[in-house]
């Protein structure tokens, strides 16, 4: 079996403070040997690549993927795209999230049943390029909930599949579970988007969380949830969800229940959204007075201070935006490392290890992905400069000189191009 060694480069592992000199060998899908040390790559055997003045780390993960949601200004519209356009555009997604570094995504969320467990599978298989793919529901909401877009006089979908009580949302759960769907979506919350239902209110009833919830265990799927209110992170916190997106709105004791449960939750704030809508929505005319008008200011202001506390008080981050609409263009999402270092406290390095180390615990692949270790899958980026010091440097595709999945070259150094199809670089 033929062998890639990565030389030259400043490594880092996913973990560590600092970068440090070496060579990075890959053998198969794996990583196969590690080698420290300016003169590191003096004695190896196979293709050697240069990557002098980059950064070798380990590829993304997306925390809070729509791949789905395919640039749409309001939800409604992605309930009036037929399913197989829908497919194609979520194809186009995913090849884009790959292009930008994200070797791996955690679905937060289809806009349609079966399109992300059809996408994983295509992957899975060969017949898309794209990340490697936990796949979701819909997001599951009540009447009167963020998602149901139905009105008296026109039935419309949107994003939502609605259920209303503990039986309905026993049979919608037990569909989804059906649909062979690995991560299971539920809003607890409201959202400012929608005027029926802002942020701070909780549409779901206890009893609907928790036979949701019930199902979901039953199976062994993994539970994420929609709360932005501070009593329904409570409620999550409560019921056992596995990863809580948003928090936005968090009092003492939500946040005291988050720290509590931190072995066992992952937060997401989904920042990309609401940083956008209140930074550069003039680009989609939502202008700062109607931003305003939809208290957006101050959900940026609560989001702020809410992963402030949470960073210090060491709860599980993963990166993700809500990215996929108009406002929030798919490609963007890893700005999202920046706005952690900048808008929440974090260092570069902590930002770094929430979009891949955590990222990994997420996928439930730690042991797989999410460090550069001998052993584990070759999910690799060479990115120019040194990004312990500037998280920035990985929006720019033009930074990213390599881009390696599960040992498959998608972006060869050699070329700068993004591979046509998938070839494995050792075969």
């Not at 539920?186 to 019930?214: C, H, W």
Request: hydrophobic letters at 40%; glycine letters at 10%; a negative charge.
């Amino acid at each position: 079996m033929s062998q890639i060694t990565i030389k030259g480069a400043q490594i880092w592992d996913g973990v560590s403070e600092t970068c440090y000199p070496g060579a990075v060998t890959i053998t198969g899908n794996k990583i196969s040997a590690i080698t420290k040390g300016e003169d590191a790559s003096s004695d190896v055997s196979g293709e050697v690549i240069d990557g002098t003045g980059h950064t070798l780390m380990p590829g993304m993960v997306e925390g809070h993927c729509h791949p789905s949601f395919t640039g749409v200004g309001e939800p409604w519209e992605l309930g009036q795209l037929c399913p197989e356009q829908h497919m194609l555009l979520t194809a186009q997604n995913l090849r884009l999230l790959l292009s930008h570094g994200f070797t791996s995504i955690f679905e937060a969320a289809s806009a349609k049943p079966m399109l992300g467990v059809t996408a994983r599978d295509a992957i899975n298989e060969g017949l898309l390029d794209g990340p490697r793919m936990r796949a979701s529901s819909p997001e599951i909401t009540t009447t009167a909930g963020l998602g149901d877009e139905r009105k008296r006089h026109i039935y419309q979908e949107s994003f939502g599949l609605v259920a209303d009580g503990p039986i309905e949302m026993r049979r919608v759960a037990r569909e989804c579970v059906r649909d062979n769907v690995d991560n299971m979506k539920i809003n607890i919350s409201g959202d400012e988007f929608v005027s029926f239902a802002r942020a701070e209110i909780t549409p779901l009833e206890d009893d609907e969380l928790a036979a949701f919830i019930a199902v979901a265990k039953k199976y062994g799927k993994t539970v994420a949830a929609h709360a932005r209110s501070s009593e329904s992170v409570k409620m999550a916190v409560r019921h056992g969800v596995d990863c809580i997106y948003h928090c936005d709105f968090a009092d003492e004791e939500a946040l005291d229940m988050l720290e509590e449960a931190k072995d066992r939750v992952i937060l997401g704030p989904a920042f990309g959204l609401v940083h956008n809508a209140t930074r550069e929505g003039d680009a989609v005319g939502l202008t700062k007075e109607v931003a305003e008008q939809m208290n957006l200011f101050r959900k940026f202001d609560a989001t702020c201070a809410t992963y402030h506390e949470i960073r210090k008080r060491g709860l599980r981050v993963a990166v993700g935006g809500d990215y996929g609409f108009a406002i929030t263009p798919m490609g963007q999402n890893a700005r999202d490392l920046e706005h952690f270092v900048r808008y929440f406290g974090y260092s570069p390095v902590e930002a770094l290890r929430c979009a891949t180390n955590v990222g990994a615990q997420l996928m439930q692949m730690e042991d797989q992905i999410g460090q550069v270790k001998e052993g584990f899958l070759a999910d690799l980026l060479l990115v120019k400069g040194d990004v312990t010091q500037d998280v920035s440097l990985v929006q720019h595709q033009d930074n990213l000189s390599m881009i390696m999945k599960d040992g498959v070259m998608f972006k060869d150094p050699r070329t700068g191009i993004n591979a046509g199809g998938l070839i494995r670089a050792a075969e």
